[in-house]
Nanobody, 126 residues
């Protein structure tokens, strides 16, 4: 009832841009308010929240390290959520995961129940 598929990862030099996409089938959340978020995890580090968007697109949230450089958006007709990333830095490297959770959005809370995609790798070279 929930399927999240990420795409768009790759390798880029510092200062470059990438656009990630999450195709979401979330029938398990039908009738409920929810958030779709992007998280990332670098080797040896904990998974961290990057950006989130509410079920109706009325609000977006960003972590401090990416604010002003990343933009999350959704296309309800296509059932996709995109993460546009600009001015990429080597520290942005990692596996990027799309997730869905019951509203409200909470990027900082790691123990909240979420459904996850398989992830897409982003590598930023100096």
């Amino acid at each position: 009832q929930v399927r999240l598929v990420e795409s768009g990862g790759g390798s880029v030099q510092a200062g470059g841009s990438l656009r990630l996409s999450c195709t979401a089938s979330i029938y398990g959340y039908r009738g409920r308010r929810y958030c779709i978020s992007w998280f990332r995890q670098a080797p040896g580090k904990e998974r961290e929240g990057v950006a989130a968007i509410t079920y109706d697109g009325s609000a977006t949230f960003y972590s401090a390290p990416v604010k002003g450089r990343f933009t999350i958006s959704r296309d309800n007709a296509a059932n996709t959520v995109a993460l546009q990333m600009h001015s990429l830095k080597p520290e942005d490297s990692g596996m990027y995961y799309c997730s869905v959770e019951v509203f409200p959005c909470d990027l900082a809370r790691r123990d909240k129940t979420r459904d996850w995609g398989q992830g897409t790798q982003v590598t930023v070279s100096p």
